[in-house]
Nanobody, 121 residues
């Protein structure tokens, strides 16, 4: 059973920083990429940042220069460092992973349970 467990959300003032962590556990053969999505209340879930197993990163335009995604392949963990936070960054943040549980299976998508980030003005 694969699980993605997020931590690090909370309440912060505008201009502050938070660091989110996501650890994948269970029977995992290979992780192709991991990512962070966010979903403001009443809105759709959107990509924030992603990182491939080779270290290639991708960011949404509105977080470039403020957020940094990183990963530790050995620990099957990804991090999202969020700086200069704005009230519009307020959302539930979800960890995502594309991984396979055996060498002869396909890559499947997995999601964490979400962690709330609230930025006060």
């Amino acid at each position: 059973q694969v699980q993605l467990v997020e931590s690090g959300g909370g309440l912060v003032e505008a201009g502050g920083s938070l660091r989110l962590s996501c650890a994948a556990s269970g029977s995992i053969y290979d992780i192709r990429n991991m990512a962070w999505y966010r979903q403001p209340s009443g809105k759709q879930r959107v990509l924030v940042a992603s990182i491939s197993s080779g270290g290639t990163t991708n960011y949404a335009d509105d977080v470039k220069g403020r957020f940094t995604i990183s990963g530790d392949n050995a620990k099957k963990t990804t991090y999202l460092e969020m700086n200069s936070l704005k009230p519009e960054d307020t959302a539930a943040y979800y960890c995502y992973a594309a991984l396979k549980i055996r060498f002869n299976t396909s890559y499947r998508q997995y999601w964490g349970q979400g962690t709330q980030v609230t930025v006060s003005s």
